[in-house]
């Protein structure tokens, strides 16, 4: 089983920018491709960005494509998701994903999710 946690979500005002992180557990992390999400308060959830298990590989959401950015270093068990110039509509809950396959995409069957960490933007 692949456990996951996310760290890094605050209150920020529009324009700043937050770091978050996804440490795994498990003893293949790095051949497993990862997703980041979010759900805002009475919506669904919704994909924001993938990267493939190397790294070498990544995908975003229209939404994000030029703020987000998403890394991993293998070496420690951790993905991020770097977010610039953040706007009151990415505020919402967001979890890391994984999937036991090498590339990560929206339509991939994501197993194994952490438990979230809420991003909160101010105007």
């Known amino acids: 089983q692949v456990q996951l946690v996310e760290s890094g979500g605050g209150l920020v005002q529009t324009g700043d920018s937050l770091r978050l992180s996804c440490t795994a557990s498990?003893?293949?992390?790095?051949?497993?491709?990862m997703g980041w999400f979010r759900q805002a308060p009475g919506k669904e959830r919704e994909f924001v960005g993938s990267?493939?298990?190397?790294?070498?590989?990544?995908s975003y959401a229209d939404s994000v494509k030029g703020r987000f950015t998403i890394s991993r270093e293998n070496t420690k068990n951790a993905a991020y998701l770097q977010m610039d110039s953040l706007k009151p509509e990415d505020t919402a809950v967001y979890y890391c994903?994984?999937?036991?396959?090498?590339?990560?995409?929206?339509?991939?069957?994501?197993?194994?999710w952490g438990q979230g960490t809420q991003v909160t933007v101010s105007s």
């Open positions: 994903a994984v999937v036991r396959s090498f590339f990560a995409t929206p339509g991939s069957s994501y197993a194994y």
């Open positions: 498990g003893r293949a992390f790095s051949m497993y491709g």
């Open positions: 990267i493939s298990g190397s790294g070498g590989s990544t």
